[in-house]
């Protein structure tokens, strides 16, 4: 599903250059779940943003579900996260003075699929993501919990087959992140691949894994 061959990213800032990645290969299989952990600036949203088509690597080769993405085009990377990810941002990035409902179906309106069938697809993400009953509110309304449900829910709308988190928990207390862990169990279960970037220790304990990478100063230091 997702094949990283000799990726670096290298970053230049005051003419001085800097690999965030170096030298990374990883294969992730079709509905297996990868926690990458590492140290604060490490490179694991870096690499994240690589699978999910947001950069490009500076060397090396990266393939998502068959699409080729090193040398893509920046419109042909637009259309392949529509098409095969999922991006769930530390942040959420979501809309915060407009209803959860106009959030969820955002990422679809610019298709041709018709209004009704994008709302019955907002519809399920959102049941999925157990934030159906808010549908009808302002996203700034909500809890901390209840808006990363919204950005799970955005993330699933065009059923991607891969799921991208970045620091999924960084805004959660710990019972939160345990109802977190459930929802990425059932999207799991329904045969998705996911990829989690975290330095948070319940997340390192968690059943939910296939398996745990560890990156160290943009290198791949142990696999298990
Ligand atoms: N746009 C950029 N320009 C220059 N350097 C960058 C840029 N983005 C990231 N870096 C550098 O690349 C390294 C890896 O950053 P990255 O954000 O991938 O780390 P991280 O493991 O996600 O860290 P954190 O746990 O703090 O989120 C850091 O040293 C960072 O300063
Ligand atoms: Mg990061």
Do not use: W
Not at 119 to 145: C, E, P
């Amino acid at each position: 599903m997702i094949k990283v061959d000799n990726v670096t990213k290298t970053y230049e800032v005051n003419k001085i250059s800097f690999n965030a990645l170096e030298g990374v290969n990883l294969n992730v299989n079709r509905g297996e779940a990868l926690l990458l952990r590492g140290h604060s600036g490490s490179g694991k949203s870096t690499l994240l943003s690589i699978l999910g088509g947001l950069l490009k690597p500076t060397l090396g080769k990266v393939e998502v579900n068959g699409i080729s993405l090193g040398k893509i085009p920046d419109d042909h990377a637009a259309l392949f996260r529509r098409a095969h990810v999922g991006f769930i941002f530390q942040k959420y990035n979501l809309i915060s003075d407009i209803l959860v409902f106009d959030n969820v179906i955002a990422p679809l309106l610019p298709t041709d699929i018709s209004f009704k069938e994008c709302a019955l697809k907002a519809n399920t993400a959102m049941k999925i993501a157990n934030i159906f009953h808010k549908k009808d509110q302002k996203v700034l309304t909500l809890s901390g919990g209840e808006q990363q449900r919204v950005a799970i829910a955005r993330a699933l709308v065009h059923e991607p087959l891969v799921l991208l988190a970045d620091e999924p928990s960084a805004n959660l207390d710990p019972n939160l992140t345990k109802d977190f862990l459930n929802e990425m169990e059932k999207i799991k279960k329904m045969g998705k691949t996911i990829v989690i970037a975290s330095h948070d220790e319940i997340l390192f304990n968690s059943s939910l894994f296939d398996r745990v990478i560890t990156l160290e100063k943009g290198k791949i230091c142990d696999f298990n």
